[in-house]
């Protein structure tokens, strides 16, 4: 498929191999060193590019971090389909972690089954339906948690640090791809051959659920194709919020 030259491109990055091996066993300590101080780790992957690097990470350093991705059951195919893909090439359990269905059914009778485009209250609604609750469930038990997120993500990440305490289980959240730039991301899965959404070729920056994710121009915001239809600063799910 040929794409417009106006979308956002996977980007090409000038790091050689020695960079790469480099910025990959920094991240490798910082596994290592998650794991040294908690004992139930877990990996909160939506199958981004930056889990993609975690996960491949936690294949090679072998550190006890289980994954689980939060299943909403609007995702698109191809996210599906590499759940399963990931499974296969590292040969590790990926969690699916599904929401409630009768709280499904709850959103849908009130707001509709595309109801988070009328307002950002339905919009929350039906992320805290499909994600946060579900999250909620996946954590329980967990000593820590890690997350893909970076820095350069948008203005809703740009103070992110390697470790956080969450507050509301009061357990520590590691990202530990936090102060890594998108070339950084993207030299590393090419160089380790590390199975990606074929999304990502067709101009999506960022992926999430199929309704709410949109390709995004060149030059905007990675995050710019989430919730399009919202102000940046709502641009969150309510899984990475601190209260
Ligand atoms: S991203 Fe969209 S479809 Fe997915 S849970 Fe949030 S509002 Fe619902």
């Known amino acids: 498929m040929s794409l ?11 790091s050689d191999a020695a960079a790469i091996v480099s910025r990959a066993q920094v991240l490798f300590e910082r596994l290592r060193g ?30 006890p971090i289980s994954v689980f991705t939060l299943d909403t059951l609007r995702l698109h195919s191809q ?11 590292y040969g590790l359990v990926i969690e699916r972690v599904l929401p409630d269905a009768a709280r499904v059914d709850d959103y849908v ?8 485009y009328e307002s ?20 329980e038990g967990a000593s820590a948690w890690v997350t893909g ?26 990202n530990p791809l936090h102060d890594w730039s998108e070339e950084d991301v993207w030299a590393y899965i090419h160089f380790r051959h590390v199975p990606f959404n074929p999304l990502y070729r067709e101009g999506y920056a960022s992926i999430g659920c199929d309704p709410c994710t949109r ?9 710019a194709g989430r919730w399009w239809w919202l102000q940046e600063d709502s641009k969150e799910c309510g899984l990475h919020v601190q209260k």
């Open 109 to 116: 009778r009130h707001f509709g089954v595309n109801g988070f």
């Open 4 to 14: 417009s030259p106006s979308l956002w491109t996977i980007p090409v990055s000038d």
């Open 34 to 63: 998650i794991v040294s101080q908690h004992q139930n780790v877990r990996l909160a992957s939506s199958m981004a590019a930056e889990d993609m690097v975690v996960i491949d990470a936690i294949a090679r350093t072998g550190v």
């Open 120 to 139: 950002v209250e339905a919009k929350e609604a039906c992320c805290h339906v499909r994600k946060v609750l579900p999250l909620a469930r996946a954590l």
């Open 149 to 174: 997120q970076r820095r350069g993500q948008g203005v809703t990440r740009s103070a992110l640090a390697l470790r956080e305490f969450d507050a509301p289980r009061g357990i520590d959240k590691f």
């Open 79 to 89: 996210s599906v389909a590499l759940i399963d893909e990931v499974s296969r090439h």
């Open 215 to 223: 390709p995004v121009k060149a030059g905007e915001n990675l995050r």
